[in-house]
């Protein structure tokens, strides 16, 4: 791809046990604020109905609560906006217990967690909690997802000349999984994402912030070899580190802390073997 996509990250949202939440996020890389010092229990999907509720999983559950506050950020129905889900390795505990199961009882194999296995389960809990029925996409890239699920809800999002929402998750392997599959803990972050680039287009009326343009390209060679802009997000991204520490998705948290510290930036995420998505983020607030 040689040439760039421009678009504007109008709602952000960010949930793990130690970061519950945006608002915390940023007073605590700002130092306004410690994060908890116990880790908090999941969140519950207020979205969903009490019974789908009690069914849904860590990953669901994380997964929605960002994706609200992104779109409630953005002041964009959620029942109005296409979606791009994210996962590295999608639901490993269920992945653990459909394997344990099927090894020793198959008999006994849960009709529910295995509806809750497939890598589509959160993109599907979305759409019947908010009634959506516009197009969502669910991807996994092994280390580069949060890269290649932004560059698709950037490429939809200019493409089709509407907003996109974005949300990349992660939960903790568990079992013999975790011998070959790496993540601790719950992450996940939604970025709503406008087409076109700063000062285009327009918002609700009810959005709270200016949007910020971002502009996408894909470069040869590998990320280790892009230099930042000197703006300090690697040093803002190093604050939130040691309270994900682990999860799989721990490659958003470089843009999260951009978005957070306010500066413009200068990034690089691996897309692929021999390729990277240049990120470049306008100053905002």
């Known amino acids: 791809m040689s ?5 504007r990250v109008a709602g952000i949202g960010l949930w793990s046990p130690r970061l519950p939440g945006w608002a915390l996020a940023c007073d605590v890389l700002h130092g306004r604020a410690d994060a908890p010092a116990t880790p ?36 964009i129905a959620p029942a109005s906006i296409p979606s791009v889900f994210a996962s590295t390795h999608g639901d490993l505990p269920i992945s653990d217990y459909m394997c344990t199961t099927l090894a020793s009882t198959p008999r006994l194999l849960s009709p529910t967690r295995f509806h809750n296995s497939v890598h589509n389960a959160a993109a599907g809990y979305w759409t019947i909690g908010t009634g959506c029925v516009q197009a969502s996409t669910a991807l996994t890239a092994w280390g580069d997802t949060f890269a290649c699920g ?44 406008l087409p076109g680039g700063p000062g285009t287009g327009s918002l609700p009326a009810a959005a709270p912030i200016r ?13 280790g070899n892009v230099q930042d802009a000197g703006h300090g997000e690697r ?16 490659p958003c948290l470089r843009l999260m802390a951009a978005l ?13 073997r021999g390729c990277h998505l240049e990120l470049r983020l306008e100053a905002g607030t």
């Open 3 to 7: 040439a760039t996509l421009d678009v």
């Open 40 to 75: 908090l229990p999941r969140v519950s999907p207020a979205l969903l109905a009490p019974t789908e509720r009690r069914r849904a999983p860590d990953t669901v559950a994380i997964a929605l609560e960002a994706a609200a506050r992104a779109c409630e950020m953005a002041g």
């Open 150 to 193: 932004l560059l698709e809800a950037a490429s939809q999002a200019v493409a089709d000349g509407t907003p996109v929402l974005l949300v990349a998750y992660d939960v903790a392997a568990k079992g013999p999984l975790a011998t070959v599959t790496h993540s601790e803990g719950m992450l996940a972050a939604a970025l709503v994402l």
């Open 211 to 223: 949007p910020r343009g971002l502009r996408l390209a894909l470069r040869a060679g590998r990320a």
């Open 235 to 250: 040093a803002a991204a190093g604050a939130w580190a040691g309270l994900v520490a682990g999860n799989a998705m721990l």
């Open 260 to 272: 957070a510290h306010g500066e413009a930036a200068l990034l690089g995420l691996n897309v692929g």
